[in-house]
């Protein structure tokens, strides 16, 4: 399983990059392999305002619907169009061109309080 360094964890699967003040959200490695194939994604609103934990998105895949969860409270400001036609880069490149939506996050420091890669390693391998 893929767990990348540069990245924070949430304990639903989600992984959070920073960039710039703002944060890019996608589903993990783990949780696409547990989906199986996805064939549909809802990403958030842009505008919406999230609080942390709160469902802001589906992935629907051959197998089942999974919610998508806020990592951070913020308001989305770029969504991932390209999964309308081509969710399956949820499967090939989770943490690439399988990102689902960027937020600008109220407290960047919050991203500090997700899983490290090691806990999200011990997560999902323990």
Do not use: C
């Not at 994604?41 to 806020?70: D, L, M, N, R």
């Not at 991203?111 to 997560?123: G, M």
Request: proline content about 6%; hydrophobic content about 35%.
């Amino acid at each position: 399983m893929n767990v990348p360094d540069d990245l924070r964890y949430s304990s639903d699967h989600e992984w959070v990059r920073l960039e710039d003040g703002r944060v890019r959200v996608g589903i993990t490695d783990y949780a696409q392999d547990a989906l199986g194939d996805v064939v549909f994604v809802q990403p958030p609103e842009v505008g919406s305002h999230y609080k942390v934990g709160a469902a802001f998105g589906e992935v629907e895949s051959t197998k089942s619907v999974s919610e998508i969860y806020s990592p951070v409270e913020g308001t989305v400001v770029e969504i991932n169009e390209d999964l309308e036609s081509s969710p399956e880069a949820v499967n090939s490149d989770p943490y690439g061109a399988g990102w689902i939506a960027v937020v600008e996050p109220v407290n960047v420091a919050d991203v500090e309080l997700l899983l490290s890669p090691e806990a999200y390693r011990e997560l999902t391998e323990g």
